[in-house]
C-alpha cells in the first residue's frame, strides 16, 4: 500500500517530551515520541544533557516496550491459591483498590502493632532511593531482605565514604591516559550511567589514545576493547593490587609529596594498631631531618617519615605507610603470581607503567587553580572487590591510587557522590542532607561518612534487625544473612520472628545468596506478602496481594544518582496516562501510611532523607499526603530553586561535575591511607557485645575489621578439594540484573549474543573434562547447583565457568522470559564465614565441582523445552530439579 | 544531491545493539527481523584472546545486486543512493535475498506480525500502529532511515549509539565526517570482493 503518512516511528505526528529511562539506576535523559492518539513510538537520549548526550544504551532504548507488556501487573491482585512455591500458580484475582487497601492496611497494621520488627522490607525500586527509608516510619524497622546493594557495594560505599566521603567511585575521564579497570564494567557494559560512561570512554580511548587495561577472569566488552586483558583467578585482585604496590613502593615509584602532606600515611602507629597520641589525643609523626617526633602539625617539621621504626613516648612505633610496607613483605610479584595465576612480568610491567603515566610531580591548572596531574587511575568493582574481605579490597585498590598521588587527582580515581541535593553541596566541608562537614578535628584526618544510604543501626542485643546488621556498625546491609538467622533464630537470640513481607520493585529470591530451600521455606512461613511492581517476577510469585505501580512513561521522579562526571537534577515525567489501574508508588505508600497511622513519620523520614531542611519551606507538612509530582518539584527547587515548570520544558539540569567538587575537594584535610576509623569501631562493638554478653561474639570474625589490606586468602580458595573449579556470573549492558529479560528486544539481543547463551568454559578445560560444545552440564558448589549447556570459549581463565545472569531466571509463566538451569546465587553461602565483619560483604564467586550430565542431543531442536536452552525435555521427564 | 554513506568505528563500537533496538523501535520490525544487528566473535587463544564486535546492516550498495535480480523493478536507487524497497510492486520472490551477498534483506512472513513481539497473539498498540506499513511476503531491509534522512536527521542506529561509533553522511562532500573518517582511518568496505561497491565503510 502506498502511504503518504510516514513510516518512521519518528516522524510520525506527535510530540516529544523529555523525561529520564528508568532502566537501571542512573536517569539517563531521554526524549519519548508520543503520537497524536497517545501511543508512545520512540525513545532516544537527550542531546542537551552532558550526560548521556543524546544516546542511550540498550537497556533505555527498550524501554517503551515495558510500557506495553501485555503481563503487566494490570490491577491489584489477590491470590487465591493458598499453596505457596517457586512455580506454583497464585491464581490471581483482580480486586478493588479499596479492598487491597484494606486488606493491606489490615495485615500491616496488625504487624505494627504487635512489634514492628516482624517487617522484612524488601525495597528497590530504582531512582525512588528514598522510599528504601520507609520502614523507618514502620516503627523505626531497620530490616533488609534483599541484597541489592551489598552484593557489589557492601565494601564499596563504606570505604567510599572512609576515603572520599562519597558514596562510590570512578575514574577521570577527561584527562586519564592510563585506565585499570578491575571486575567493573564502567565505560563498557555497566555501573555508573553506562550511556554516559560508555560515551567518555569512547572519546578518551579513541580521541586521545586512552590506554586501558582490564583485569578479569572473563574476556568482558572492556576486556575486548582494552589494550591489555589480564585473566586473573577469581577472587584474587586485591593480591593483584598488592602486588602492584609492592613494585611501586620497591622501586620508589610513589608521590612522597601526597603521601606526606594530605593523607594520614606518616602517622605513628603503636603496636596496638592505634595511632600514637599526645595527652590531647594528637597524632605524632617522626622528622626525619630533626630526628624526633613531633605532632603532626607542628610548624617546624621539616621532614615526614614513611619508614622506619621509633619510640614515642615509651611506645614503639612506625609510620602507617611503614605498616604497609611490611605487609607487602608477602606481596612479591613472584608469589601474587603464583596466587593470582598472573604472570610476574605482567605484575612488573603493568606497575611501571601505571607509574609511567601517573607522571609524578606534575601539575595543572584547571579553572584559575593548580592541581596535581596524575593520569593514570586503578578502577574497580564488584568483580574485582565482591568478596569476603571487601572492605581490604577496596582499600587496597585505593591505596595503588594513593601510592601514585593520582587520588581525586585530575586524571586519576576520583569520588562520586550518591545524592548532591542542592548545587553548591560540598560534600567535605559541607553538611550532607543528614550527615556532618568533615572538621579535621582527629588530627586533621576526614570524618569518615561509612554510612550514605541510611544511618547507622545501634547496637542492640537481642538483635532488632533480622540480618544482624545491630552488629556491622560500618557495613552496608548483609540481607542475605536472613537465610542464615531467620533459619536458626535462637542461635541469635531472637526476641520474635517476622511473618510480614513488603516487596517493592525488588526480586530478593533471586539477587539473595543461600541455599534456595531455606529461602522458600522462609517465604512459605510468612503470614502476609504484599508486592508492588509493574511485572511479576520470582519473589512476586509468594505474594498474597500484589499492587501494580505506574511504567516508567506514567509517573513523576527527580533525581541524579551516582554520576561519575556531571551533576545536577534529571526529572522523570509522564509521557501518557497510566494504561492501567496503576499508582505511583508515593500514592501507596501515603495510603498505606495513613490508614496504619504512620504517614506523619513517613513525611518525616523523606524530609530527613531529601535533606528538604537545606530549604524549610520545601519540608513535608504532618497530616498531609505528598504525591510523586510534589516530590518531584521538591526537588528540583532544592537543587537550584526551578520549578516544576522549569523542568518539565528543560528535562534536566544536567551539567559537567566542576573541577572544585571532583579534584581533592578535602585539600587542607588529611585522607585516610591507614583506617584507625577500622579497629576503633571494631573495639566499640566488642565491648559492647562483651558487656551484653551476646552469645556469639567469639565466634564473630573480629580479624575482618584491619585498618590496611593485607594478604589474607578469602575462605572461597579454601573449601574442600573436590570443588576445584570457580564460578563467577557476569552481565553486559543488555541487562539490569535480569529483570529486563521480559522485554522482547532485549530477550532479542541477547539470545543472539554468544556469551548469553551457555555457562561459559575454558576449551582446554573443557576437553580436559571431556565436555563438548551446548552438553547439559552441572556446577555443584557446597550450598547449592545449577544446570546449564556449556559454552565453550577463549574468553574465560581455565579455572573459571562463567555464568551470564542471562540464565538465572526460573519463573515459567512470562511468554518472553526463558527460565534459565538454575539461580546461581544459590551456589553462594550464606553463613557468618564468607561474609564480611566489617563491611557486609558477600563472597560472589562461588567454588564448583563440574559434572556432565548429558551430551547434547543429536536432535536438539527436538528437546529444546519451552522456549528456553536449558531444560533438555527428557532431563525435565526423568523429574531431575531444573 | 548527496551521495550517502556510513561509517563504522570499530575501535567505538562496544557491541551492546542499541542500535539494532533503536532500529526495531524506529521501523516496528517484529519479531526475527532485524535490519541491523552487530555480530561478534572471538579471535586469538586464550590468554591472547580477544572479541571483536561487527555492526552490519544494509550497504545500500552502488551496484546491488538485489536491484539487478529484482523481476519487477520492486527494489530501486533513489538519487541520493539509498536502496529502497517498493511493496506495491514486490512478489516475494527471493531472489534479492539470495543475491545479497550480505544476508541483510529478508522476506516478511505471516507468523512474527501475528505473533506479536509478546509471543501471544496480542499486538501491543505500537505494533499495532506499527506493522500495517508492512506488506506479508516483500521483501523487507534497513531503508538508511530514508524519512528521516529527508528531514535532515541521522538514521536511528546512529542517533543512538552511545559510543558514536556509527557516522553517517554524504560521502561526496570531501568535508563531510565520513569522508574525511574514511581517509584519515583508512576505511574499508565489507566483502569488496563481491564489487557491490558497498557504501557503508568500517574503521579498525
Known amino acids: ?882 | 544531491m548527496p551521495k550517502w554513506g556510513m561509517v563504522i568505528d570499530l575501535k567505538r563500537c562496544i557491541g551492546c545493539n542499541a542500535c539494532t533496538v533503536a532500529c526495531k523501535m524506529e521501523n516496528s520490525t517484529p519479531a526475527g527481523v532485524l535490519f541491523t544487528k552487530t555480530l561478534s566473535e572471538e579471535i586469538g587463544k586464550y590468554p591472547h584472546a580477544t572479541r571483536v564486535y561487527i555492526p552490519v546492516l544494509c550497504n545500500h550498495c552502488e551496484d546491488p545486486p538485489c536491484e539487478r535480480v529484482c523481476p519487477t523493478k520492486a527494489t530501486y536507487i533513489r538519487e541520493d543512493g539509498i536502496v529502497l524497497v517498493d511493496e506495491t510492486k514486490c512478489i516475494g520472490c527471493g531472489a534479492c535475498a539470495t543475491a545479497c551477498p550480505y544476508k541483510n534483506r529478508v522476506v516478511l512472513h505471516r507468523e512474527p506480525v501475528e505473533k506479536g513481539l509478546y509471543k501471544q497473539g496480542i499486538l501491543t498498540p505500537f505494533e499495532k500502529q506499527g506493522y500495517p506499513r508492512f506488506v506479508i511476503g516483500t521483501a523487507i531491509k534497513c531503508t538508511f532511515c530514508h524519512e528521516r534522512v529527508d528531514a535532515g536527521l541521522e538514521p536511528a542506529c546512529v542517533n543512538i549509539c552511545p559510543t558514536e561509533a556509527r557516522i553517517f553522511g554524504d560521502l561526496d562532500d570531501p568535508d563531510s565526517k565520513v569522508r574525511r573518517l574514511i581517509q584519515e582511518r583508512k576505511g574499508v568496505q565489507p566483502l569488496a570482493h563481491h564489487n557491490t561497491k558497498p557504501k557503508v565503510f568500517y574503521l579498525e
Open chain 1, 1 to 882: 500500500m502506498k502511504q503518504n503518512a510516514p513510516v518512521q516511528n519518528s516522524m510520525k505526528s506527535g510530540k516529544w517530551i523529555p523525561t529520564t529511562c528508568k532502566m537501571c539506576l542512573h536517569s539517563c535523559n531521554a526524549l519519548v515520541r508520543v503520537s497524536d492518539d497517545g501511543v508512545v513510538l520512540k525513545v532516544e537520549g537527550n542531546p542537551s544533557s552532558p550526560s548521556n548526550r543524546g544516546h542511550l544504551c540498550p537497556k533505555g532504548a527498550s524501554m517503551l516496550m515495558r510500557l506495553y507488556d501485555p503481563q503487566r501487573v494490570k490491577t491489584p491482585l489477590k491470590r487465591t491459591n493458598p499453596k505457596k512455591g517457586p512455580n506454583e500458580d497464585p491464581k490471581w484475582v483482580p480486586i478493588s483498590w479499596d479492598e487491597a487497601f484494606d486488606i493491606v492496611a489490615r495485615e500491616l497494621k496488625k504487624t505494627l502493632d504487635e512489634d514492628p520488627r516482624k517487617l522484612l522490607p524488601a525495597i528497590n525500586d530504582f531512582q525512588k532511593l528514598f522510599l528504601w527509608a520507609w520502614p523507618a516510619a514502620f516503627g523505626g524497622n531497620a530490616n533488609y531482605f534483599t541484597v541489592v546493594g551489598t552484593l557489589c557495594g557492601g565494601g564499596f560505599h563504606p570505604m567510599n565514604g572512609m576515603i572520599h566521603r562519597t558514596f562510590a567511585s570512578a575514574n577521570d575521564y577527561d584527562y586519564c591516559n592510563y585506565w585499570i579497570n578491575d571486575g567493573g564494567g564502567d565505560g563498557f557494559s555497566s555501573h555508573l550511567h553506562v550511556a554516559c560512561q560508555a560515551g567518555y570512554m569512547a572519546d578518551a580511548r579513541v580521541d586521545r589514545g586512552m590506554h586501558v587495561v582490564v583485569v578479569e577472569p572473563r574476556l568482558s566488552t572492556g576486556g575486548a576493547k582494552a589494550n591489555e586483558w589480564v585473566p586473573i583467578r577469581p577472587a584474587t585482585d586485591r593480591h593483584f593490587a598488592l602486588g602492584l604496590c609492592h613494585v611501586l613502593i620497591r622501586d620508589n615509584l610513589i608521590d612522597e609529596k601526597f603521601l606526606k602532606e594530605d593523607t594520614n600515611a606518616p602517622y605513628l602507629v603503636g603496636p596496638d594498631g592505634y595511632f600514637v597520641r599526645n595527652k590531647d589525643g594528637h597524632c605524632y609523626i617522626w622528622d626525619p631531618v630533626e630526628d624526633k617526633a613531633k605532632l603532626w602539625n607542628d610548624e617546624s617539621i621539616k621532614d615526614f617519615a614513611l619508614t622506619g621504626t621509633y619510640e614515642v613516648e615509651g611506645v614503639t612505633c612506625k609510620p602507617a605507610f611503614q605498616k604497609f610496607k611490611d605487609i607487602l613483605e608477602d606481596c612479591t610479584p613472584q608469589k601474587v603470581s603464583e596466587f593470582t595465576t598472573v604472570p610476574a612480568e605482567t605484575i612488573e610491567r603493568i606497575a611501571h607503567e601505571f607509574a609511567d603515566a601517573a607522571q609524578i610531580g606534575a601539575t595543572i591548572e584547571i579553572d584559575g587553580k593548580t592541581y596535581p596531574l596524575r593520569p593514570a587511575a586503578y578502577n574497580y568493582y564488584r568483580g574485582g572487590e565482591g568478596h569476603k574481605y571487601g572492605s581490604m579490597n577496596n582499600h587496597a585498590f585505593k591505596i595503588v591510587n594513593m601510592l601514585v598521588g593520582s587520588l581525586d587527582a585530575p586524571g586519576g580515581h576520583v569520588g562520586v557522590c550518591l545524592d548532591e541535593y542542592w548545587e553548591d553541596f560540598d560534600h567535605i566541608y559541607g553538611e550532607g542532607a543528614w550527615w556532618p562537614a568533615s572538621s579535621g578535628e582527629d588530627s586533621g584526618m576526614l570524618t569518615c561518612v561509612p554510612h550514605q544510604l541510611h544511618p547507622e543501626v545501634p547496637f542492640a542485643y537481642p538483635p532488632n534487625t533480622t540480618h544482624l546488621q545491630d552488629y556491622f556498625p560500618l557495613a552496608v546491609d548483609p540481607g542475605h544473612l536472613n537465610n542464615l538467622t531467620l533459619t536458626e533464630p535462637e542461635k541469635f537470640g531472637y526476641d520474635f520472628y517476622p511473618d510480614t513481607m513488603l516487596i517493592c520493585h525488588s526480586n530478593p529470591l533471586w539477587n539473595m545468596p543461600g541455599d534456595q530451600q531455606k529461602w522458600f521455606k522462609i517465604m512459605s512461613k510468612m503470614r502476609f506478602i504484599v508486592a508492588i511492581d509493574v511485572v511479576l517476577n520470582e519473589s512476586t510469585t509468594w505474594a498474597d496481594i500484589v499492587l501494580p505501580a505506574h511504567d516508567t512513561l506514567e509517573s513523576w521522579n527527580m533525581t541524579m544518582i551516582e554520576p561519575p562526571n556531571t551533576e545536577g537534577m534529571c526529572l522523570r515525567q509522564p509521557v501518557i496516562e497510566p494504561l492501567y489501574d496503576s499508582k505511583s508508588e508515593e500514592e501507596i505508600f501515603n495510603e498505606i501510611s495513613e490508614r496504619i497511622g504512620i504517614l506523619d513519620q513517613w513525611n518525616e523520614v523523606i524530609n530527613f532523607v531529601y535533606g528538604f531542611g537545606h530549604k524549610p519551606e520545601l519540608l513535608l507538612k504532618p497530616g498531609k499526603k505528598y504525591g510523586e509530582k510534589e516530590i518531584a518539584e521538591r526537588r528540583g527547587l532544592l537543587w537550584n530553586g526551578k520549578d516544576l515548570k522549569w523542568y518539565m520544558e528543560h528535562g534536566h539540569s544536567v551539567k559537567k561535575k566542576p573541577p572544585w567538587k571532583m579534584y581533592q575537594p578535602w585539600k587542607g584535610q588529611r585522607v585516610h591511607f591507614y583506617l584507625e576509623y577500622i579497629i576503633r569501631r571494631r573495639d566499640e562493638l566488642k565491648q559492647k557485645m562483651e558487656e551484653a554478653q551476646v552469645p556469639f561474639r567469639d565466634e564473630w570474625y573480629w580479624d575482618d575489621y584491619q585498618p590496611l589490606p593485607n594478604a589474607a586468602i578469602e575462605p572461597v580458595h579454601q573449601e574442600p578439594p573436590e570443588y576445584d573449579m570457580y564460578a563467577i556470573s557476569f552481565k553486559e549492558v543488555q541487562l539490569n540484573f535480569t529483570e529486563n529479560l521480559s522485554i522482547p528486544w532485549i530477550d532479542e539481543i541477547v539470545w543472539n549474543d554468544p556469551v548469553h547463551m551457555g555457562i561459559l568454559i575454558n576449551p582446554k578445560t573443557a576437553a580436559e573434562r571431556g565436555i563438548e560444545q551446548w552438553d547439559l552440564i552441572q556446577l555443584t558448589s557446597p550450598y547449592g547447583q545449577i544446570k546449564g549447556l556449556a559454552n565453550i570459549t577463549e574468553g574465560v581463565h581455565p579455572e573459571t565457568l562463567a555464568v551470564s545472569n542471562a540464565l538465572t531466571r526460573w519463573v515459567d509463566y512470562h511468554a518472553v522470559v526463558r527460565p534459565g538451569g538454575g539461580n546461581f546465587n544459590r551456589l553462594l553461602p550464606a553463613d557468618l564465614r564468607n561474609v564480611d565483619a566489617n563491611s557486609g560483604q558477600m563472597e560472589t564467586t562461588a567454588r564448583v565441582k563440574l559434572t556432565k550430565i548429558m551430551s547434547k542431543p543429536k536432535d536438539a531442536k527436538e528437546v529444546f523445552a519451552k522456549n528456553t536452552m536449558f531444560a533438555y525435555s527428557e532431563i525435565r521427564a526423568r523429574g531431575e530439579e531444573g
